[in-house]
């Protein structure tokens, strides 16, 4: 995963103010207990982390990959 797509996906989850406290602030029990800023500084790959936000902070599986998209209907 690209520093962008991680960058989209946690601030469409927990909104840009929030996300920025989770990336400076959670520390992830499963990555050693460092916070995503640390461990994406240190070269681990941002999906990975990702996947460790989702598991512990409990964000629901359909969401891992984005929020759904809403469909707009032609007018």
Not at 59 to 66: D, F, I, S
């Amino acid at each position: 995963m690209r520093l962008s797509q991680f960058t989209e996906l946690i601030e469409d989850e927990f909104g840009a103010d929030f996300a920025k406290v989770i990336a400076n602030d959670t520390s992830l029990i499963a990555l050693r207990d460092r916070t995503p800023n640390e461990l994406i500084a240190d070269g681990e790959d941002p999906g990975l982390v990702w996947k460790a936000i989702c598991e512990q902070l409990g964000v629901p599986k359909e969401r891992w990959h984005g929020k759904p998209k809403l469909k707009r209907h032609a007018e």
